[in-house]
């Protein structure tokens, strides 16, 4: 965990030349690129920090470093991990001549005609190939060659995923991830809940565990003079405790209640959701553990109040807190959905609406993209089918926009309604996108459109408006890969536009 955290400061290093311990640690430690790694071979004169900055550079940073394709000058083809998750070296499928490992991306794409595939198809498979074919350099906007973390899917660095990076080579080891599950659906207050999870990591800090460091000379419990303090015996079997126990649990349940070990003991009860009285018993069950612990550190300290019955001390507690739980659920039930009736609306007079859809059979997987351009009457003006190749899906209705934008452009349309079923990617047409995102090379491609001296209104619409458009999509599945333009609607997908004109709305639940 160290090192994942420690290779955030790697990371934010690579992408921060402004601030100025950035400036002051590229200095000092002549830090470079990263694909020229020299500055980080190991000398004598380096401090502890900047020691254990590297070793998150080499462990995580460097390992799960990917590329954000832009001109292609920086990118090496090969060497780099940029289309796949591995360089495409690792899956070539012959070995590659000598003076081709420091290709540039740039190298092997030619404008106006796309990638050099008589130099590429002999060295990949045809999976690959396919992917490739859903990627372009741009050439247009000179963006460049951007840094982007591949092991999230949005490009952004976590520790989270840093810390997925370096355990998963790691030995197997038990799965507690149910366990936790069942402590986090406790019905509680979350430091009860935080509380319960410090417990099965046995990290609260008994009597015994203070002997065992060396902090304290005695490991007897301070409250009951009797036996050893540790976590089971503060929580159920001390005397002060064990009582409250005996009173609330039912008689057939107390045998095997004291005799579990501390895990059986909480897996056990934090998963009972049988109702005691007017609650469940996890509920009660998580505040006694917790006041277990307050009232032994009360002890301790020596600020207990006095607390005349704490049976119905815990069992009022848990029912303000099942109460309380119970009023929020109602809350959140009360979002209405209403059904309304969706339809295809044409633009306003003057207008042009361009409706876009991509299609995906899995994600990434086999994918396509389709669009129409309609009149104030419903009439078709172009329209358009794409037999991507390989992609994700958001990719896929990316490229639907791009070539319905493009289109538009070059039929001289001057105000167009840009209807996309997508919010995700509607929200990346509004708002933009980071450099670092995986999307952000064609997002600059639509945005090199939408820029242009034209009016473009984005708005997002439901599937039932974009029928056609979905129709395009997935009729071209049965096209050849690449791009179809219709100057008429093909046969396939006339009753759709005949629908979207004279056709009744269809229902749809939406919420309020």
Known sequence: MNTALLSKVGWRLLHDDVSLWSKFLRSKYKVGDSQACNWLVTKGTWSSTWRSIVLGFRKVVFPGLSWVLGDGKQINFWGDRWLLNVPLSESATRDLPANWKEIKVSDVWRNGAGWDLQRITPFISEKTQLKLMSMVVDTVTGARDMLSWGECSDGRFTVKSAYSLLSRDMVPKQSM???YLRIWRVVAHEKVRVFIWLVVNQVLMTNVERQRRHLGDSGLCTVCKSGDETILHILRDCPAMAGVWTRLLPPQRRQVFFSQS???????????????????????FSQAVWWSWKWRCGNVFGENRKCRDRVRFIKDLAKDVWVAHKKLLASLSLVVRVERMIAWIPPMVGWFKLNTDGASHGNPGLATAG???RDGEGNWCSGFALNIRICSAPLAELWGVYYGLYIAWERGITCLELEVDSEMVVGFLRTGIEDSHPLSFLIRLCHGFLSKDWLVRVSHVYREANRLADGLANYAFSLPLGFHLFASSPESVNLLLLEDINGPARPRNVRL
Do not use: M
């Open 371 to 373: 669009g129409v351009i």
């Open 177 to 179: 991830g149910a366990f």
């Open 262 to 284: 501390l895990l059986e003991w909480i897996y056990s009860n934090v998963g009972d959701e049988k109702e005691i009285g007017e609650c469940p018993w996890a509920t009660i």
